[in-house]
């Protein structure tokens, strides 16, 4: 009898071991119940989009590392439309796909259009250091098939503060699907 209950503690941590080395996640499932996100931590951390029928992968996407279990997938009502947001270090950035039957196209993202919050002049004998954090996480999808975002960022000054900003920014897409910032609201610096 106490060889069984060894046996069985040894298969059921055996069991165990294989299934918080295996680190399975399934997430973020598309409206029309189709396509989800599958984060996997098996030697290194991957993310794709995948068929929920078939957990086949249909497409993968950038990951940085451990931030990877953070990534989410936004999708349109209809969805032919995702947004997917790659967390890094220092806050993450937002890829968006297009969906044409079950394939995924990435439309080019126009970072260099998204008026950022400018860094803190220098004040008071205080001095811009560095970046602490910037992001652009997607936030949902508007009936017109535009993408609202939220942008963050957050600085550290030579006095040890660490002022914020923060913005929503909406993209809008034209007939090509080329993207273009349509809005800038609730700038915001916080200096602490």
């Excluded at 220092?90 to 969906?99: C, D, E, K, L, V």
């Excluded at 609202?148 to 914020?164: C, H, I, R």
Aim: hydrophobic share 40%; glycine share 4%.
């Amino acid at each position: 009898m106490r060889i069984l209950r060894v046996l069985g503690f040894l298969l059921i941590s055996s069991c165990f071991t294989l299934s918080l080395k295996a680190n399975d996640l399934i997430k973020d499932k598309s409206p029309d119940g189709k396509f989800a996100l599958r984060i996997v931590n098996e030697e290194d951390w991957e993310a794709a989009i995948i068929e929920v029928r078939t957990k086949k992968k249909v497409m993968d996407l950038e990951t940085y590392g451990s931030y990877t279990k953070e990534a989410q997938l936004v999708w349109s009502k209809d969805s032919k439309r995702v947004a997917h947001f790659e967390p890094d270090r220092r806050g993450g950035m937002t890829h968006i796909y297009f969906r044409s039957g079950s394939k995924f196209q990435e439309v080019q993202f126009p970072y260099a259009d998204i008026p950022e919050c400018d860094a803190p002049a220098k004040q008071d004998g205080d001095e811009y250091l560095k970046t602490l954090e910037y992001s652009v996480a997607p936030v949902r999808w508007l009936k017109s098939g535009a993408l609202v975002l939220a942008v963050f960022n957050q600085w550290l000054m030579k006095s040890g503060n660490s002022p914020e900003c923060s913005e929503t920014v909406t993209i809008a897409f034209d007939a090509n699907r080329k993207a273009s910032v349509e809005s800038v609201k609730d700038k915001k610096l916080e200096r602490e």
